[in-house]
């Protein structure tokens, strides 16, 4: 058996300069092809735990980290962040500080360049993310003339042409109208589709995340405090509430009924609400009178 | 209070950004601007505030034209939070930065430090020593920061920027909760955000920009409850919204759907 994407032990982590841990005491496991959806409120953790997995800090930015770091196999905190280059890619919520270069083309082979690969390699590299995302035909554009959800495209197909076996998304949408949010979420539904890739998100659309998370994770104050499927998650309303987690709205639907006296399970996704509801109320009863 | 009046606006050498936009806020009214980027909702804000003069048509605030006042007459009455805070911070410490707006209007230092005190409260950074560096603050913190700066004014009308960024899901509704209360004073407030949920719940009446023009207006149940207009124009419509169509019900809110599943089902 292979070594896990992510293996996290007992992980401290704070900047230099800070006097709290900004991560405490995590411990994670993210299995090959896994998509995990980190949530949790501003200040928690979420992008300095991302920050940690790709081996920025300690090795880029100052801080110190404390536990078991295994990314790849690969114990990042002894043998340097350089060890997981291309193997990591991560991608962050501004698109307009990530794309650099004057046309797309020359953006997705920026990175495979610097890995030092053969020409024929970058050029098929290239098309493949291209291709993956749905870029084709933009190979000539200015970058500067895309619209936001086009540029967070192109910031994740240069990315992806290092071909990553972990891609990670720090709230690739928040800067995003619904066009470019549908964009970038449909590109990473198609990922998921179409690679092994192990993908983690952080992201607080969470009506997409129950669609497409294998786990949800919720994190307060460096800690994970809720982990599992989204309908485990989902179930404990309370306490998401709690740790400022929005649930999705079909989910609160069952909440109002479960605090007006209904027992009723709570769904996470359209369909199964819908079904929920049918099956406790006629629908044909609802829709005809 | 706000009135717009064929108004028209164009950058050099850029498109009409604003066309031919009439319109007015009244006291009291809780008003969502949504569109997609490029639409021309931040511009028409900058109009509003005076930051920007129309080129046709016109914009009064109260009685003051804004092409004829200075901005910071405006600013008595318009308060405008940014989309990026950067562009807003610029004093050495938060209480400075908060206090501001209050030195420049005559306030006297114990009112002052009273406003500045509250409105840091509010936005959740009462906890922070008053001489902390705005950069320290991280990107949300900065923006809570310039809500502060604006709220500690009380303008008559509150615009705010995509507020949203930067903010998680329960500081969202405290925002509104605080806008809230700034309606029931009979003060106004225009919010510019893609969070149909936060919308659906708070605000009272929906205007809908597209390549300049405002091409829908109207109260938020009737404009979020149109899925198939929201779909044409390339809007998510919220869930709780699609599943009582669904379930053949009127709703836009969980809350609502599920009285409206009750009533229906008692």
Redesign the interface.
């Known amino acids: 058996m292979g070594a896990l994407p992510v293996e996290l032990e007992n992980v401290y982590a704070k900047y230099a300069g800070s006097e709290d841990w900004i991560i405490e005491d995590v411990t994670l496991k993210v299995d090959r092809g896994e998509m995990v959806v980190i949530m ?4 928690c953790g979420k992008s300095t735990l991302i920050n940690v997995i790709g081996g920025l800090i300690p090795h880029i930015v100052a801080g110190v980290v404390k536990g078991k770091v295994k990314v790849e196999g690969i114990d990042i905190l002894k043998e340097g962040y350089r060890a997981i280059v291309g193997k990591v890619g991560i991608v962050y919520q501004n698109p307009e500080i990530q794309v650099i270069t004057r046309s797309v083309s020359e953006e997705l082979a920026m990175a495979p360049e610097n890995l030092g690969l053969p020409r024929d390699e970058i050029i098929e590299r290239v098309n493949w993310a291209l291709e993956i995302l749905g870029l084709r035909g933009y190979e000539k554009r200015d970058p500067q003339t895309l ?2 959800g086009e540029k967070q495209l192109v910031a994740i197909a240069s990315v992806l042409t290092m071909q990553p076996r972990i891609l990670m998304l720090d709230e690739p949408t ?9 964009m970038v979420l449909n590109a990473i539904n198609n990922l998921r589709e179409n690679t092994e890739m192990t993908v983690i998100v952080v992201e ?1 659309r969470v ?1 997409w995340a129950v669609e497409v998370a294998d786990k949800i994770i919720v994190m307060d104050q460096g800690r994970i405090v809720l982990e599992g499927s989204p309908a485990e998650v989902f179930s404990r309303g309370e306490e998401v509430k709690k740790f ?3 649930p ?3 989910s ?2 069952a ?3 479960r605090a ?1 006296g209904l027992d009723i399970p709570v769904p996470v996704r ?1 369909s199964e ?2 079904k929920v ?2 099956e406790v ?1 006629s ?1 044909d ?3 005809e ?1 | 209070m706000i009135e717009l009046k064929n108004v028209s606006f164009t950058y050099p050498n850029g498109p009409r950004a604003v066309d031919n936009v009439s319109l007015s806020i009244d006291r009291g009214e809780f008003v969502a601007l949504i ?4 639409a021309g909702k931040t511009t028409l804000a900058k109009l509003i505030v005076g930051l920007l003069k129309p080129e046709a048509g016109w914009v009064k605030v109260g009685d003051l034209d804004t092409k004829t006042t200075p901005v910071s007459k405006i600013a008595e009455h318009v308060g405008y939070v940014f989309q990026n805070p950067d562009l807003m911070i610029f004093s050495a410490t938060i209480y400075n930065e908060v206090a501001f707006a209050l030195r420049n209007r005559g306030y006297r230092e114990n009112e002052i430090k009273k406003r500045v005190v509250q409105a840091l409260k509010e936005v959740d950074l009462g906890h922070k020593p008053l001489d902390t560096p705005p950069y320290m603050l ?1 990107f ?2 900065k923006h809570r920061l310039a809500i502060a700066s604006v709220l500690a004014t009380e303008p008559d009308l509150l615009i705010l920027d995509e507020p949203t ?7 969202c509704l405290k925002l509104m909760e605080i806008c809230e209360r700034l309606v029931k004073k009979g003060k106004s407030v225009l919010i510019i955000t ?1 969070d149909f ?1 936060l919308i659906a719940e708070y605000a009272d009446r929906v205007l809908v920009m597209k390549k300049g023009r405002i091409i829908r207006d109207g109260a938020t149940k009737e404009v979020l409850g149109d899925i198939e207009f929201l779909e044409k124009e ?3 419509p ?3 919204t ?2 009582a169509r ?4 009127k709703a836009l ?3 609502e ?3 409206a ?2 009533e ?2 008692p």
């Open positions: 949790g409120p501003s200040g619209s936001g928040s800067m995003l109208d619904h066009e470019g949010t549908k607080h009506e400022g987690v929005r999705p709205s079909v609160e639907v909440y109002e009924l007006r359209l609400a819908y509801l049918s109320f629908v009863r609802i829709k009178r | 569109g997609h980027s490029g991280s949300g913190e960024t930067g903010l998680d899901y329960a500081r893609h949920g390339g809007f998510m919220l869930q709780s699609l599943l669904k379930l053949g019900l809110t969980p809350r759907l599920a009285s599943i009750l229906r089902n």
